[in-house]
């Protein structure tokens, strides 16, 4: 059976979540374990000192050091599990989209008995706003300064990019519910027309290489196809939401 031997940090007050996920891993590619624990600050530092490491856990396999969590994820041909600095991640687009998605459905499953309506496509794009505007809502300060690198409006008036998350997640909560649309639909076709337009200039006429603020100022989404989708949503609702509340859209 192959083996690989692991240092990992096991204290009374601490118990390392890394060196955790490093034996699980290794009994799922299927190593027999000999497991070391560092039960000190002490034992640990001079573990680091002797091996010239800066973290721990660390693995070897067959008397060679593999290295922390990541680098055995490497060695095992998987990706790492965090995205490097400035490296690109669509995970927290999909994961806001595919819940908002399945909302949409249950909503209508409750409220119809069925997933087949055109009332749960609404709810799935309002439901997006509303959660992308909460990615937004979380840090505000960072989301601001990311935007200012291309929203047109927000550069003219930099406090446009406080206002933005709110009236995002007040499109998306009342369209949710189905109200006011008078509110609802100027607010969301205002908002996703000055976007669509900022990001189009940004990406396809200036060719900006820019990070997207449309899930927070923290991501790594690059600014494009996601952040015009973003908008043209909001556009496409919005004058979906006006056409019914006008009964020029009857279901």
């Not at 996920?21 to 290794?26: C, M, N, Q, W």
């Not at 990541?70 to 994961?95: C, M, N, W």
């Not at 069925?114 to 997006?128: D, N």
């Not at 790594?220 to 509340?245: C, D, H, Q």
């Amino acid at each position: 059976m192959k083996q690989a031997k692991v240092y990992r940090m096991v204290m009374d007050e601490h118990i390392c979540p890394y060196g955790l996920k490093t034996v699980d891993l290794l009994k799922r590619e299927g190593f027999e374990i000999d497991d070391n624990h560092l039960t000190s600050r002490e034992e640990t530092d001079a573990f680091k000192e002797k091996h010239d490491v800066e973290t721990t856990p660390q693995t070897f396999i067959d008397g060679k050091r593999i290295g922390g969590y990541d680098d055995l994820r490497e060695h095992f041909g998987k990706s790492r599990s965090q995205p490097e600095e400035g490296e690109t991640s669509y995970q927290p687009v999909i994961a806001i989209l595919g819940v908002a998605f399945l909302l949409g459905l249950a909503i209508s499953w409750y409220v119809f008995d069925t997933v087949f309506t055109i009332q749960a496509i609404e709810w799935f794009v309002s439901l997006s706003m509303a959660l992308l505007a909460i990615q937004k809502l979380q840090d505000m300060r960072s989301f601001s300064t990311m935007f200012l690198n291309y929203d047109l409006l927000a550069q003219r008036w930099v406090r446009y990019g406080f206002v933005y998350p709110f009236g995002e997640a007040l499109a998306g909560i009342l369209m949710v519910a189905h109200a006011l649309p008078i509110i609802s639909v100027p607010v969301a076709m205002f908002i996703g027309t000055v976007g669509a337009v900022s990001v189009f200039k940004a990406v396809y006429i200036d060719k900006r290489e820019l990070r997207c603020a449309c899930v927070g100022g923290s991501s790594n989404v690059p600014l494009g196809f996601v952040s015009l989708t973003e908008n043209l949503f909001m556009i496409g609702m919005g004058l979906w939401m006006g056409a019914k509340a006008l009964g020029w859209i009857t279901l």
